[in-house]
């Protein structure tokens, strides 16, 4: 059975950085999107960012664009999330998912929950002023 655990949430000050990390596994193929998911209260959960685990292409919304960097690393089978330069409206439950193979998946789907089929318990990310 595919299982997705996410850590390393916290608090932390504006401005400050945290690295949220997500052990996967049970995954019976090398080649799926895998990415992070958010919901702050009251709000829809909101696709972050996504890797293609074949060839590392990476896509990230635009709000998070150049602050986050996702990467992974296939021997531990572990997805990372290093956020810097973190805003209080980065506060959320942060999730990490995981979908099926092909590469027009990430890259035609990754905003899309409906994409990935496993998902983390998640992790809290609470940045302060």
């Known amino acids: 059975q595919v299982k997705l655990v996410e850590s390393g949430g916290g608090s932390v000050q504006a401005g400050g950085s945290l690295r949220l990390s997500c052990v996967v596994s049970g995954v019976r193929y090398s080649s799926y999107c895998v990415g992070w998911f958010r919901q702050a209260p009251g709000k829809e959960r909101e696709g972050v960012a996504a890797?293609?685990?074949?060839?590392?292409?990476?896509y990230y919304t635009d709000s998070v664009k150049g602050r986050f960097a996702i990467s992974r690393d296939n021997a531990k089978n572990t997805l990372y999330l290093q956020m810097n330069s973190l805003k209080p409206e980065d506060t959320a439950m942060y999730y990490c998912?995981?979908?099926?193979?092909?590469?027009?998946?990430?890259?035609?789907?990754?905003?899309?929950?409906?994409?990935?089929?496993?998902w983390g318990q998640g992790t809290q990310v609470t940045v302060s002023s």
């Open positions: 890797i293609y685990t074949s060839d590392s292409s990476t």
């Open positions: 998912a995981a979908g099926g193979p092909g590469g027009a998946v990430c890259s035609g789907g990754w905003r899309q929950q409906t994409t990935f089929t496993y």
